[in-house]
Nanobody, 113 residues
Framework: VQLQASGGGLVEPGGSLTLSCATSGRRLRFSVMRWYRQAPGKERELVASIVANGVTNYADSVKGRFTISRDIAKNSLSLQMNSLKSEDTAMYYC????????WGQGTQVTVSS
């Protein structure tokens, strides 16, 4: 099973980006899928999660600005990011849990003018 994150890039403060995470290989049912991020010199932090029944949770720093969603049929994950701030700059990773935890390779988000 492989997770492939995409959609990162350079955006100005206040802008928007949508990250996507596609899965390939053996189809697994993920009980929970998450987005993490890691900024240089900082620990990896949980940004948002979504469980199989659609319940979501967000870090306080992104509440009201980010929206996590998943496509069950495609077994994929998305993160809509609005009102981006410089402090959102980080490498973003998708994660899926199905017994084991599976990680995507990361996609860089840079918020800068």
């Amino acid at each position: 099973v492989q997770l492939q994150a995409s959609g990162g890039g350079l955006v100005e403060p206040g802008g928007s980006l949508t990250l996507s995470c596609a899965t390939s290989g053996r189809r697994l049912r993920f009980s929970v899928m998450r987005w993490y991020r890691q900024a240089p010199g900082k620990e990896r932090e949980l940004v948002a999660s979504i469980v199989a029944n659609g319940v979501t949770n967000y870090a306080d720093s992104v509440k009201g600005r980010f929206t996590i969603s998943r496509d069950i049929a495609k077994n994929s994950l998305s993160l809509q990011m609005n009102s981006l701030k410089s402090e959102d700059t980080a490498m973003y990773y998708c994660n899926g849990k199905s017994g084991f935890e599976y990680w995507g390779q990361g996609t860089q988000v840079t918020v800068s003018s």
